[in-house]
T-cell receptor, first 115, second 111 residues
Framework: DADVTQTPRNRITKTGKRIMLECSQT?????MYWYRQDPGLGLRLIYY???????NKGEISDGYSVSRQAQAKFSLSLESAIPNQTALYFC??????????????FGPGTRLTVL | GEDVEQSLFLSVREGDSSVINCTYT??????LYWYKQEPGAGLQLLTY?????DMKQDQRLTVLLNKKDKHLSLRIADTQTGDSAIYFC???????????FGTGTRLKVLA
């Protein structure tokens, strides 16, 4: 079984709808992240969480919110989706105690299309 | 500010060597990474180098780091069609959680 899973894998929605993307991990890591990937822009950080009570904004948090329901679960919500939020969304985890200090482990991604 | 840049595309013939380049601006990085993204999948760590090293070799992969020029490269020897993917460099900034990704280089290997 995959260590970091994301649901759904694909989603098409309409402008103005509320959408939730979910991420679960079995790695036991405290740190979790949400990124979006756009062609030619690489990955940009939306939100990150160092533990259940510690949630922080990343570089592009406007229009998004998150919830860390448990160590293993970190959800990303789009309160009112707009077309420029069409992107590939990745969840990642890390444990600062491991080998390369901050290697990140990624989920398979959620492709979101907002019409 | 922090910025990590890569060329967007690279095309090589099977069996040749590939060299993917990356430049970064923040000199406080602790580790520099290369991640591989295959179609329809998330990113997977290929290799990393600590900032006080100049070179790291791992089978077909060679990472070179020039701290003076803030330049990182990944050389893939004997490139195979299975190496076709997007390659991201990333830096981890000293003392922070922060991880800055490059724009990604799409490597296409021609048979």
């Amino acid at each position: 079984d995959a260590d970091v899973t994301q649901t759904p894998r694909n989603r098409i929605t309409k402008t103005g709808k509320r959408i939730m993307l979910e991420c679960s991990q079995t790695k036991g890591h405290d740190r979790m992240y949400w990124y979006r990937q756009d062609p030619g822009l690489g990955l940009r950080l939306i939100y990150y969480s160092f533990d259940v009570k510690d949630i922080n904004k990343g570089e592009i948090s406007d229009g998004y919110s998150v919830s860390r329901q448990a160590q293993a679960k970190f959800s990303l919500s789009l309160e009112s989706a707009i077309p420029n939020q069409t992107a590939l969304y990745f969840c990642a985890t890390s444990d600062p105690g491991t080998g390369s200090d901050n290697e990140q482990f990624f989920g398979p991604g959620t492709r979101l299309t907002v019409l | 500010g922090e910025d990590v840049e890569q060329s967007l595309f690279l095309s090589v013939r099977e069996g040749d060597s590939s060299v993917i380049n990356c430049t970064y601006t923040d000199s406080s990085s602790t580790y520099l990474y290369w991640y591989k993204q295959e179609p329809g999948a998330g990113l997977q760590l290929l290799t990393y180098i600590f900032s006080n090293m100049d070179m790291k070799q791992d089978q077909r992969l060679t990472v070179l780091l020039n701290k003076k020029d803030k330049h990182l490269s990944l050389r893939i020897a004997d490139t195979q069609t299975g190496d076709s993917a997007i390659y991201f460099c990333a830096e981890s900034l000293s003392g922070t959680y922060k991880y800055i990704f490059g724009t990604g280089t799409r490597l296409k290997v021609l048979a």
